[in-house]
């Protein structure tokens, strides 16, 4: 199982998931001199009666929400850290609304820095946080107030994280084997290492699995998870495999390794687009075709053109706030390609507010 932090910059969420593991998941040059999350870390985390399951704590900057959309997709549970200081704030309410396009089904909320505030402010925030839950995918979550400096609230924070997971039903280990890369890189000795959460199936050392889009087939040489080398990687255990036949550059972040050749490889899928209530008042329209980026790990750096077919408030639209639309997009240039479903964050008009999304273009 995999809990994946969210919540607004400098919040608290890698604080926490140090103070929950005793793992340090900004390891980056940059990461530390800047003093945030760039890139997403990984942590495995003990539960009583449940085991190691993992953690990925994403960026908070709103310049990083497509590492945070990687993050946070093939979840289990979501971690929502909301510091008792600021209270929600602009990327509290947007990655709460990308977990709810993602379907999460579980979550846990976490009021962190609760040492710097007085209990009248905490019951304050409290009651406005829940306000914000409402009709999200966290709605009926505990939110558990916590302060990683004096250390409290680490033991309530764990129970409720265990009872999130318990109550969720198990990953099918039984299907075809099938893992979203989101790190590759090559170590000395042992060649070309991606690493992800699994999410169906299991792979084991010996077994041969197809790389996609590149559909090259590989042969995997070593597993690991949480760091620790194991006969096969179950379903949503954090894990790493060594592979032998493949070059680190051709894979990466966005491509799949598949337990079955014959998984398709597309270049077109039918999306459900929902838009946020903050997009502006355009609409997505299926009689101008809208261009618009797609954040997926399945679909890596795509701009494909999506045509609204059919909006749920007025024929062929799609409008901010009103229910979802359902679309067909298909990639203009195929040299990657699609193998699964994914979600869509769609702002008709002008940048969207993330400094790493490339502007859509106006409706000609
Ligand atoms: N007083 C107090 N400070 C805290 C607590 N938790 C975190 N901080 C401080 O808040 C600052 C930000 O903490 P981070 O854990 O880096 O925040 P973050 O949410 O991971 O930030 P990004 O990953 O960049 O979004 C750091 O200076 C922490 O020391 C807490 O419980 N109490
Ligand atoms: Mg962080």
Do not use: Y
């Amino acid at each position: 199982m995999i809990i994946g932090t969210a919540g607004h910059i400098d919040h608290g969420k890698t604080t926490l998931v140090r103070a929950l593991t005793g793992v340090d998941t900004d390891r980056l040059p940059e990461e530390k001199r800047r003093g945030i999350t760039i890139e997403l870390g990984f942590a495995p985390l003990m539960l009583e009666g449940i085991g190691t399951v993992g953690i990925v704590d994403v960026p908070g900057h709103e310049a990083f929400v497509r590492t945070m959309v990687a993050g946070a997709t093939g979840i289990d549970v979501a971690l929502l850290v909301i510091a008792a200081d600021e209270g929600v704030m602009p990327q509290t309410r947007e990655h709460l609304a990308i977990l709810t396009l993602l379907g999460t089904r579980a979550g846990v909320v976490a009021l962190t820095k609760c040492d710097l505030v007085d209990e009248d402010w905490l019951a304050l925030v409290t009651a406005d946080v829940a306000e914000s839950l409402r009709g999200t995918a966290l709605e009926s979550a505990p939110i558990i107030r916590t302060s990683a400096t004096r250390a409290s609230g680490l033991d309530e924070l764990r129970a409720a994280l265990g009872m999130a997971i318990r109550a969720l039903p198990a990953r099918d280990a039984l299907d075809t084997f099938r893992m979203p890369v989101d790190r590759s890189f090559s170590v000395r000795g042992t060649g070309t290492v991606v690493t992800g959460t699994v999410w169906q199936g299991t792979v084991t050392g010996g077994d041969t699995v197809v790389v996609q889009p590149k559909g090259k087939q590989v042969r995997v040489r070593s597993v690991q998870s949480h760091g620790s080398d194991v006969a096969r990687a179950v379903p949503g255990s954090r894990t790493a495999l060594a592979l032998t036949g493949i070059d680190v550059v051709d894979l990466g972040r966005g491509s799949w390794v598949c337990g079955d050749p014959r998984w398709p490889v597309t270049t077109r899928m039918r999306a459900e687009v929902a838009m946020l209530d903050e997009a502006d008042g355009s609409a997505c329209t299926s009689e101008r075709r809208t261009s618009v980026p797609v954040s997926s790990p399945a679909v890596a750096s795509c701009s494909p053109v999506i045509t609204a077919r059919r909006g749920s408030s007025s024929r062929n639209r799609c409008w901010p706030g009103r229910g979802t639309g359902s679309c067909c997009a298909e990639r203009r240039r195929p040299q990657r390609s699609v193998v699964a479903s994914s979600s869509t964050r769609c702002h008709p008009d002008g940048a969207l507010p993330s400094g790493n999304d490339r502007p859509i273009r106006k409706p000609r």
